[in-house]
């Protein structure tokens, strides 16, 4: 073994230090925060970003802050820092995921499936917000969908369920082994869900170059005599005395050209809304299965009435008891004037529903109460006005397909602890609040077209019977010959003529009827 001198051994070391340099040991620790991240349980870790240099560089040259970022011997360009920028974002979300939206990290935060299903319905609403015009949505936004939208599905990738698959020796035997598959629902439910949230987006896509284009609407202020005049949102109104706010008066509204949308457009639109409406009947019923599977929560049951009658009401629950029972009848005898109202009443029949439920399913010994018809027994009773409450339940989601969630679905949802069922819930039901906000913008361009091309006829109209009336003018002609329905522009005094006006307030107040009229 050769035995190195002392002056050797020093100028040995002194070469060691002199070869080393920044860039090796930042390929080391960049390779270690590389194989990190490939481990899917480090990657979920909070910890911190990768490592661009020694910590200590008391030893090494000094680092210019001019320089970007390196990694293995070389600058890192934009794509670098946007990948470190990309990570960090991937390990923030999942660090919440972990924690479970407590910060605190002491234990009290919500469970993994409802920190998933919180985080889908927050990401869907930074993404589409509640869709306020037709337009593409903006790159950003569509990478940050796909992207976020692939870490939080890929938990379902571990979701697997054990099924038995039979394997042959190399001599011709076979032997029973179990493997592992998705599990059924996962593998049916999302890839159907992912189908449908691309025809939206690619949807949307669609709505470039359009014909039509958007305004602020602004606010509606009502002054001391009466009369309804605009003003744009950035004005001062301390000197209004009434404000009134007119409904869906934040969003923007469409604007047509003057003779109306091309037919292609139409054409286009109707197809859209068509295929908005078939994507939000396959999301609905996705969602109302899973979340029919879903068990009912104790803390539901419990804050239950005792009896049906004291949860409908005595009206209610006559009209479901009866002998002539038709639930179509009882949908449009109740009174549905708000969707407040319909969410109420919602409530409060599938809460009978659950009571009538629950006596159907306890066991009543040998005596039966006799009941009119052709039913007998108290249990038999319950569980056929349990399916009458059922069939209403059904009717009125149908009739009402905008209906807010009822107090049991927002039970279940809080109370769920599956994964699995969470993540296919969240998905359908921001699926289906997408598509039914989509055929909503859709039906008021189309009602803002129909509307103008009205307004177009019945303007060219006066004009060709301009000659006919030689004791009116055109402006009285245009009241005569009502258009959009409204009060002001229709009623007329027989004892009393109106006075003339010119054809340019006429057009005015056409065009701020034709606005209260599309978002009535």
Avoid at 25 to 37: I, L, P
Avoid at 192 to 208: E, I, Q
Wanted: glycine share 6%.
């Amino acid at each position: 073994m050769e035995v190195l001198s002392s002056g050797d051994e020093s100028d040995h070391r002194n070469q060691r230090f002199d070869d080393y340099s920044l860039s090796a040991d930042v390929s080391e620790t960049e390779s270690c925060g590389a194989s990190s991240f490939d481990s899917p349980v480090a990657s979920t870790s909070r910890s911190t970003p990768p490592v661009v240099g020694p910590q200590s560089a008391s030893y090494l040259p000094a680092i210019s802050p001019t320089k970007p970022p390196v990694a293995g011997g070389n600058y890192l360009g934009k794509a670098g820092s946007e990948n470190l920028t990309e990570i960090q974002l991937m390990k923030d979300r999942f660090s919440k995921l972990l924690l479970g939206e407590d910060m605190s990290g002491r234990g009290n935060g919500v469970c993994t499936a409802l920190a998933i299903s919180n985080a889908i319905t927050h990401l869907s609403a930074t993404v589409f917000g509640d869709l306020w015009k037709l337009e593409p949505l903006s790159p950003q936004m569509k990478s940050k969908w796909r992207k976020e939208m692939e870490w939080l599905l890929s938990v379902s990738d571990s979701i697997v369920e054990l099924t038995p698959s039979f394997q042959q020796f190399p001599d011709g035997g076979t032997f029973e082994v179990m493997v592992t598959r998705p599990r059924s629902d996962l593998y049916i439910n999302l890839p159907a869900l992912k189908k449908l949230d691309a025809m939206l987006v690619t949807m949307l896509d669609g709505f470039h170059d359009s014909e039509f284009c958007y305004v602020d609407r602004g606010l509606v202020v009502s002054d001391h005599g009466g009369n309804v005049k605009r003003r744009h949102s950035n004005a001062s109104l301390s000197d209004s005395p009434l404000i009134q706010y007119e409904e869906k008066w934040w969003l923007p509204f469409p604007k047509v050209p003057t003779k109306g949308l091309s037919e292609k457009t139409v054409k286009k639109l109707h197809q859209c809304r068509e295929c908005s409406n078939q994507v939000f009947k396959a999301a609905a019923s996705i969602n109302n299965n899973v979340l029919s599977q879903m068990e009912v929560p104790k803390v539901y049951l419990e804050t239950l009435p005792k009896s049906a009658k004291a949860c409908l009401g005595e009206t209610l629950h006559h009209y479901i008891t009866t002998t002539q029972f038709s639930p179509e009848s009882l949908i449009d005898y109740l009174e549905m004037s708000s969707e407040c109202t319909t969410l109420q009443i919602a409530n409060r029949i599938e809460a009978a529903m659950h009571i009538w439920t629950e006596k159907s399913s306890k066991s009543h010994g040998n005596g039966k109460l006799l009941w009119t018809g052709n039913v007998k027994g108290d249990k038999e009773r319950s569980k056929v006005l349990s399916g009458r409450a059922n069939t209403i339940l059904k009717n009125l989601k149908l009739q009402f397909p905008g209906l807010p969630r009822t107090r049991l679905d927002l039970d279940k949802i809080q109370s769920n602890k599956d994964v699995g069922q969470a993540i296919v819930e969240s998905y359908s039901r921001v699926i289906e609040s997408l598509a039914f906000n989509l055929m909503a913008r859709i039906d008021d361009l189309l009602y803002v077209d129909d509307a103008t091309k009205k307004r177009a006829a019945m303007e060219a109209g006066v004009h060709l019977q301009r000659p006919r009336f030689h004791g009116f003018s055109s402006s009285s002609s245009m009241v005569g010959r009502p258009a959009f329905g409204n009060s002001s522009l229709t009623t007329r005094n027989p004892g009393k003529r109106r006075s003339s006006f010119s054809s340019t307030s006429n057009i005015d107040r056409l065009e701020e009827a034709l606005e209260r009229l599309t978002f009535n």
